[in-house]
């Protein structure tokens, strides 16, 4: 949006609000100062226009989709556009193959297919995720152990692993959130002590970075999502990619009933089951147009993301998420802070967002305790479950998912921003901070209403 738009909506919110600010002030908020009230108060937005619209697109997406329409094929057992994707995408993130899928749902439950996960083994994953994560593990019936989280990445705490495995442990699966990468070294390690596969869930992740190298490169296979929120976006979709030929010939096998190749021919020695998790030609066009400017935009974000760190960690109880030492490039899939009321007057953190979202600045609590919820906590229930481990384990199992530091995290201090927001200027996080100031400077009088 344009300066002089901008400022027509600030003099509106004046005319509208009567904030008492004085007849000759310039009627334009100053970046840095906290002169005006939180728009809560009646003040103006710290953020009138609106962040990017997601998605993004333009002919090259129409065209792309057009040309699938006519050529007839439309599924990926006709026509060749997921095959170019597949080679597009290992190219970009740096790994041998890659094979598109229906989902990032679908990524990991084609993986821990073709790894052979079933009943009694047990799949090690964060509590802290999309609960697609956990999903994957129990529709193999095997059991997911989930780990407590490191308060200050908000990722899966890689101290806190060893600790969870037992000699039933076949996978640990860790999660970048947020698009940032977890403690991959540390990982890999635990992977390598104890003879255990590590799955890299990366499904925000896209162009994440750990010293240089693309995620999904570091496990047997890191599994992507395409879905509609995600940094690349074909509605709905995802890919799984692997340095090791046997495990994506598996894959691909179990993602298309069992079967090789496009022939439908079968390719003997590549797993025993099999479902349709393919994706068509169409999602295929969307992604290549989409993937042209996915380079740029993660630049923008990482650029504006780390702007904004730098701004907001000079504000007293906003604490920006932490990334590890080997982090040389997040995705930035979700901008992710710690709040502490202390500093605000006492200032719940609801009424914190409500305030902020008062500024123009969209924001989210974010996940919660995964372990607590009674889908999670139904399993030990499940006849099947209780068939196949029992009633003690089961009991057992509940006690072993406590994540003390997850509940802290989660119920008073996580808070979300999105990655369209970081698809601006720098004067979008200026202004980011900026109402974020103002609702500290108001706290006292906003904790009233
Ligand atoms: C961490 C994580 N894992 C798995 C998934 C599942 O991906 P999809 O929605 O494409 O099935 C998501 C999607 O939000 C996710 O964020």
């Not at 979008?428 to 609702?439: C, L, N, P, V």
Request: glycine share 10%; aromatic share 10%; hydrophobic share 35%.
């Amino acid at each position: 949006m344009s300066k002089k738009l901008f400022r027509r909506d600030f003099i509106g919110n004046l005319a509208l609000t009567g904030t008492g600010i004085a007849i000759g002030v310039p009627q334009i908020l100053k970046a840095g100062t906290t002169d005006y009230k939180p728009a809560i108060l009646g003040g103006p937005k710290a953020h009138a226009a609106p962040f990017t619209t997601w998605p993004v697109f333009n002919a090259t997406e129409e065209k792309g989709l057009t040309d699938v329409l006519k050529s007839r094929n439309w599924g990926r057992l006709n026509g060749n556009v997921m095959a170019a994707f597949e080679s597009e995408y290992s190219k970009l993130t740096g790994c041998k193959h890659s094979l598109g899928v229906s989902s990032g749902t679908s990524a990991l439950t084609t993986i821990l297919g073709a790894l052979e996960i079933g009943p009694g083994d047990e799949v090690i994953i964060p509590v802290y995720t999309f609960v697609a994560t956990y999903n994957v593990v129990v529709l193999n019936y095997a059991l997911p152990i989930l780990v407590d989280t490191d308060i200050e990445t908000f990722q899966m705490d890689a101290t806190k692993v060893q600790a969870a495995i037992t000699p039933q442990t076949k996978v640990i699966m860790p999660v970048h959130i947020g698009g940032s990468p977890v403690d991959i070294d540390v990982f890999m390690e635990l992977g390598k002590k104890n003879n255990i596969s590590l799955v890299e869930d990366a499904c925000q992740a896209h162009l994440a970075e750990w010293k240089g190298k693309k995620v999904g490169n570091f496990g047997i296979a890191g599994a992507f999502s395409f879905q509609s929120s995600k940094n690349l976006n074909c509605a709905e979709g995802g890919a799984i990619t692997t340095n090791e030929e046997a495990f994506i010939r598996t894959c691909y096998n179990f993602h298309n009933q069992g079967q090789g190749g496009r022939s439908a021919a079968y390719t003997p020695g590549v797993g025993t089951r099999g479902t349709n998790l393919r994706l068509t030609e169409f999602q295929g066009s969307l992604l290549l147009a989409q993937m042209t400017r996915l380079l740029e935009q993660s630049n923008r974000r990482w650029e504006n993301a780390q702007y904004l760190t730098r701004l907001l960690k000079e504000i007293p109880g906003i604490t920006p998420a932490k990334l590890y030492p080997g982090t040389t490039r997040s995705a930035y899939h979700l901008y992710m802070f710690r709040y502490d009321k202390n500093h605000f007057a006492g200032l719940s953190r609801s009424k914190f967002l409500e305030a902020l979202s008062a500024e123009g600045v969209p924001n989210s609590v974010g996940y919660g305790q995964m372990n607590k919820d009674s889908y999670v906590t139904g399993l030990a229930k499940n006849k099947h479950y209780l068939k196949i481990y029992g009633e003690k384990t089961m009991q057992e199992w509940l006690e072993r998912n406590q994540c003390p530091q997850n509940d802290v995290l989660t119920s008073e201090q996580s808070v979300w921003l999105f990655q369209n927001m970081l698809l601006g200027t720098k004067k979008d996080m200026e202004q980011i901070a900026e109402g974020i100031r103002k609702i500290q400077k108001y706290a006292a009088d906003i904790a009233k209403l």
